[in-house]
Structure formats: C-alpha cells, structure tokens
C-alpha cells in the first residue's frame, strides 16, 4: 500500500486537490452559479452562432458586428416564437379545459356524490379500530395535500416575481454573447498571453473531452427519447387511445427534461380515466407508463455511460450520487463531473501531451 502511495504520490495528490474543489464549489455552488451563469449561457451562444457568422460573412460581405446582431436576432426571435406558440398553446388548453369543467360541472358533482357515497357505505361496514385509522389517515393527506397546495401558490408568486430577473437575465445575456462574439480574437489572445503553455494544453485535450461528453449526452437522450416513444406509441396503440402518436411523442420530448418525465403526461391520464370510470384504461395506462418508465431506468446508465465513454456502474454511481447531494440536476451534473476527473486523470498520465490537442 505505501509503495502504491509513494509511485503515485503525485496523481493522488491531483485528485484530492481537484475533489476539494468540487466540493468548495458545491457549497459555494448556488451563488457562483447565479452569478456566472448569463456569462457561460453568453459564451455558449457566442460559439454556437460562430459558423452563421462567418457563413454571413462570406456570403453577404456585410462587418462581423452586423451579422452577429443578425445571428443573435435569429436566435433570440426563434426562441421567442416557440415561447409564444408553447404559451399560446397552454392558454388554450387552459381556456379549453376550464370551458368543459363548467360545462360538466353537474356530472363531476354527480360522480362525486356516487362516490362519496360508495366510500361512506364502505366505512360504515369496516371495525371501529381500522375505521378511525382511515380517518387518521385521511386527515394526514388532507394536511398534506393542503400543504402542498400552499407550497404550489407560494412557487407561483417566487415565478411571479422572478419575471423582471429573469427579463434582466436575458438582456445581460444577449449583450454579454454580443461582446463574447464581436471581440472573440481578442479575448483569445488575452487568455492565451496570460496563460502557461501547459494549461493551454491541457485546457484544450478537457474542452475536446467535454464536447465529445456532450455531444454522447445529446446522442444518449436520443436514444433514450425513441425508446420512450416506441415504448409508448405501442402501449397506446394497444389501448386504443385516440392520438397515441401525438402523445407518445409529447412524452418522449418531455422525458428528456430530467426534472419533469414521463409522469407529467401519464398520471393526469391515468386520473382522468378513473374519473370517467373507465377502470381498465387507466390499468392499461399504468401498465404502459411503468413500462416506459422501468425501460428507460434500466437503460439510462448503460446507454449514458457508453456514449459518454465511462462504465455503466460508474454512471450510475454517479448519477445517484448527483441526485443526493444536487438534487435532480445531480443526474446530469454527476456524470459531467465524472468525465471531467477522468479527462484530467488522463491529461496528467499522458506520456505526449500535446497529442491530446491535435
């Protein structure tokens, strides 16, 4: 063991070091996070409109500035418009479903009623001992779900009044991406002047491993996405249920969020039915919905941790260590983490390392 420790005294000592930073900026996390993250997003765009600026150089002739405020227009248009036609879409459905409630007003008053009553017959038949525990626990979801209720109304005011943040957020990012795209051969050249050689190296070997983990991330959600998909359209397909394409494929897109899934689309499914008293396709859904939910879990770390280049226990490892310290962006967050050691690790044992830049 100690001859292990003094050959690789030095790696170690890397690690530990890099790990204590990851920790510091875990606590430190949230507020470095807010304060960096326009200028990150900003970066990111900047290098993304990178090859339409050039094309509008080339093509139109016109200053690098005026096709990077084209790009940017683009960009921001385009992201608008589908903000627009998503919030269009959702005051609609809203409107619409608001609409049949009232119009079904007497017939969900009638089924509760049926209901109730089934359940209050149904508690007169039970022992006085297990009737007072379902009334405890009633009373407890109750509390619970009022609760809840409470959480929910306070979350929509906190969204309420991060709206003029978030306008600042997006204005400081535009004109931040602005600047990141009109002065990038001079902030390159500050970095590179203000930089030792060996960090440069080993800054460009982590950036090519980090786009290569990115781009296996995108390839992985795809993968994920259209077995979600199959999964679903066949279910669907089965039961019967009217538009099972558009559905499936409302399901697979919202599978991809990490902090949403499938349960956002199934469970109000699956509600509704029972309301409608349509007990055996709300059955089939569940079935459908455990499916699609059990495959995609099951295939997650093996799929994620082949296109991203690590092995599927250390994926999910990771992911599950992500998810308990960071919440549920600790499921991206921790296999990042991951490939970031790992590609550091190998910088640092490299007998050539400017072959890792080529």
């Known amino acids: 063991m100690l001859e292990f420790y003094e050959k690789h005294q030095k790696n170690i000592l890397k690690i530990v070091i890099l790990l204590v930073c990851?920790?510091?900026?875990?606590?430190?996390?949230s507020i470095f996070i807010s304060a960096t993250l326009p200028f990150v997003l900003a970066w990111g765009i900047?290098?993304?409109?990178?090859?339409?600026?050039?094309?509008?150089?080339?093509?139109?002739?016109?200053?690098?500035?005026?096709a990077i405020y084209f790009s940017l227009s683009l960009l921001v248009g385009t992201f608008l418009l589908v903000i627009f036609i998503i919030g269009g879409l959702i005051t609609i459905e809203t409107i619409e479903f608001s609409s049949m409630l009232s119009e079904n007003r007497n017939y969900f008053y009638d089924e509760a009623r049926l209901i109730f009553d089934k359940v209050h017959a149904f508690y007169n038949l039970l022992p006085k001992e297990i009737s007072q525990s379902l009334l405890n626990g009633i009373n407890i979801l109750a509390d619970k779900i009022t609760l809840y209720m409470s959480v929910v109304l306070s979350s929509i005011l906190s969204l309420l009044t991060f709206v003029p943040e978030a306008f600042v957020f997006l204005i400081v990012t535009i004109i931040a991406a602005?600047?990141?795209?009109?002065?990038?051969?001079?902030?390159?050249?500050?970095?590179?002047?203000h930089t030792e050689p060996s960090?440069?190296?080993?800054?460009g070997a982590l950036k090519k491993d980090l786009?290569?983990?990115?781009?296996?991330?995108?390839?992985?959600?795809?993968?994920?996405?259209?077995?979600?998909?199959?999964?679903?359209?066949?279910?669907l397909y089965i039961?019967?249920?009217?538009?099972?394409?558009?559905?499936?494929?409302?399901?697979?897109?919202?599978?991809?969020?990490?902090?949403?899934?499938?349960?956002?689309?199934?469970?109000?499914?699956?509600?509704?039915?029972?309301?409608?008293?349509?007990?055996?396709?709300?059955?089939?859904?569940?079935?459908?919905?455990?499916?699609?939910?059990?495959?995609?879990?099951?295939?997650?770390?093996?799929?994620?941790?082949?296109?991203?280049?690590?092995?599927?226990?250390?994926?999910?490892?990771?992911?599950?260590?992500?998810?308990?310290?960071?919440?549920?962006?600790?499921?991206?967050?921790?296999?990042?983490?991951?490939?970031i050691v790992m590609a550091y690790y190998k910088i640092e044992n490299s007998p050539d390392k400017t072959k890792l830049v080529e």
């Open 22 to 29: 990851l920790a510091i900026t875990y606590y430190f996390g």
């Open 46 to 66: 900047a290098f993304f409109i990178e090859p339409l600026i050039r094309f509008l150089q080339k093509k139109l002739r016109v200053s690098r500035s005026i």
């Open 178 to 193: 602005f600047f990141f795209a009109r002065d990038k051969e001079q902030i390159q050249s500050f970095v590179l002047k």
């Open 199 to 203: 960090w440069r190296e080993k800054a």
């Open 211 to 235: 786009l290569l983990a990115l781009m296996g991330y995108i390839k992985a959600q795809l993968i994920l996405m259209t077995v979600t998909f199959s999964v679903s359209i066949i279910g």
């Open 239 to 339: 039961v019967g249920i009217e538009y099972a394409a558009i559905i499936a494929l409302i399901v697979s897109l919202i599978d991809a969020l990490p902090i949403l899934g499938v349960s956002v689309v199934y469970l109000p499914m699956i509600v509704w039915n029972i309301l409608q008293s349509d007990y055996s396709v709300a059955v089939y859904i569940s079935i459908v919905y455990v499916s699609a939910m059990t495959i995609r879990q099951l295939l997650e770390p093996k799929v994620l941790g082949k296109q991203i280049g690590i092995h599927p226990l250390l994926t999910l490892v990771s992911m599950y260590v992500g998810l308990k310290t960071l919440g549920v962006l600790g499921l991206i967050i921790g296999p990042v983490a991951v490939v």
